[in-house]
């Protein structure tokens, strides 16, 4: 094991919520502080670490995917540009929901209930009722609370905040933020789809048993791994010569310096290595070592998959599609919508950017609908854009103009519904993703 492997092992097995340091780290592991915050700075990106302004870096659990729609109280300070009062020890629990306080005592108590928040002002009487209900507060307007409520908060390791904003501007914040939360939830990982069940083979492997593997495990390609679990390579049974001996060293034979991924990449990422460097198998490493492998298969596998689920969260993508409405015609799909507020410059016409997103975005549909499968876009060309004013009503047409076993091309023309004039023009190619 490595000096920076201890140390990430060491941070691990803190209790959640202790406070860490460069100094404090270096001091009881005996290395130096450049190792040790580099160390820290790994950890944080594996999730059980996190770093919050005015607290510090802290020992957290980890939050899986799965309830990632929830924030902790910690997100809460960053989010309000607040400050933790009290109860500090508190701020790495989950938010399940918030409250606002804009009702009488007699009535707030029965929307209180454990791992809420309240949001209130200087109503001294709502936040000790909140903590004794085992709710956290969150104090508006800039206020502070008085030390009876802070030891209370200390008491029950129940953060006590405060932020500068209103109530209303608070509640807004936070609610955008889990609505941010939940479009990333949406949002598939290599580490959801790998295979962590490996056959590998190692640098002392001969053809053998790389032949042997392949059989036994079903695995058509083998990732080779060196004495410290880092990749090195691959192989496939066609890489090998069919007169190679069986006590040939595989290193001979292997595809050297191999692309690898992330666990935290995208799925839509590593669809579009592979589609691009025509890969079958990438190796998925962590801390430079490896930790699983992804298919073709299991990547077009997750992208349909994530096609057919519903969406939780609003992207760019669907605001800028909002009202449009679109049909199938002989040559491609036609889109039938107006410009929206959203899409303005500053001088209020359709921004450009706005109108290329639009334009790509109905592309790529039109691909993916005419070939019943997955597009990596290969090229996005822009022939001329038009001032189009809010609110006008437009039509766009996206008509194939070339499709092919491996490719297809789209030309995408905004049309104005007043005069019936193009007003935009675009040109998409995109790669078509098979098993």
Not at 184 to 199: F, G, P, R, Y
Not at 287 to 316: C, Y
Request: glycine fraction near 6%; charged fraction near 25%.
């Amino acid at each position: 094991m490595t000096k920076h492997e201890g140390i990430i092992r060491y941070i691990y097995k803190l209790e959640v919520g202790t406070k860490i340091s460069v100094r404090s780290v270096a001091t009881s592991l005996k290395v130096s502080d450049g190792t040790a915050y580099r160390a820290i700075k790994d950890a944080e990106s594996m999730g059980f670490v996190s770093t919050v302004p005015r607290i510090g870096t802290v020992r957290i659990e980890k939050v899986e995917k799965k309830n990632i729609e929830t924030l902790t109280y910690a997100e809460v300070v960053n989010i309000v540009d607040g400050s933790a009062l009290g109860g500090k020890d508190g701020l790495y629990k989950t938010l399940n929901k918030f409250v606002i306080g804009a009702m009488t005592v007699d009535e707030m108590k029965k929307y209180l209930s454990e791992g809420s928040l309240l949001i209130v002002g200087n109503r001294e009487e709502a936040q000790k009722l909140a903590i004794e209900n085992e709710c956290a507060v969150l104090i508006t307007g800039g206020f502070n609370c008085s030390e009876e409520i802070k030891a209370l908060a200390n008491k029950k390791k129940l953060p006590i905040m405060s932020c500068s904003y209103d109530t209303f501007t608070t509640a807004t914040m936070i609610n955008r933020a889990i609505s941010e939360n939940l479009i990333k939830k949406d949002i598939i990982l290599v580490e959801d789809i790998m295979e962590t069940n490996l056959a590998v083979l190692n640098a002392n492997s001969t053809v053998g048993d790389a032949r042997e593997l392949v059989q036994s495990s079903k695995h058509g390609k083998l990732p080779v791994i060196d004495e410290n679990n880092k990749v090195i390579g691959l192989v496939t049974l066609k890489d090998i010569a069919a007169d190679a001996f069986d006590d040939e060293s595989i290193t001979n034979y292997m595809i050297k310096n191999p692309v690898t991924v992330g666990a935290k990449t995208s799925v839509a990422y590593a669809a579009h290595i592979m589609a691009w460097e025509g890969i079958e198998l990438i190796p998925v490493i962590e801390s430079k070592q490896l930790v699983g492998v992804i298919s073709r298969q299991d990547v077009i596998k997750a992208l349909q998959f994530a096609n057919n689920q519903p969406q939780v969260g609003e992207t760019m993508d669907d605001i800028l599609l909002r009202g449009f409405k679109h049909t199938n015609t002989n040559s491609g799909i036609k889109f039938t919508g107006k410009i929206i507020p959203e899409m303005l410059n500053p001088i209020g016409t359709a921004s450009w950017s706005a109108l290329s997103m639009l334009m790509q975005t109905c592309g790529t549909l039109a691909l993916n609908q005419k070939n019943h499968t997955n597009v990596a876009i290969d090229s996005f060309s822009i022939i001329f854009v038009k001032p189009i004013q809010v609110d006008s009503k437009v039509t766009i047409n996206a008509d194939f103009i070339d499709t092919s076993r491996g490719f297809s091309k789209v030309e995408i023309v905004i049309y104005s519904e007043k005069d019936q004039e193009p007003v935009a023009k675009a040109l998409l190619s995109g790669k078509i993703l098979r098993k």
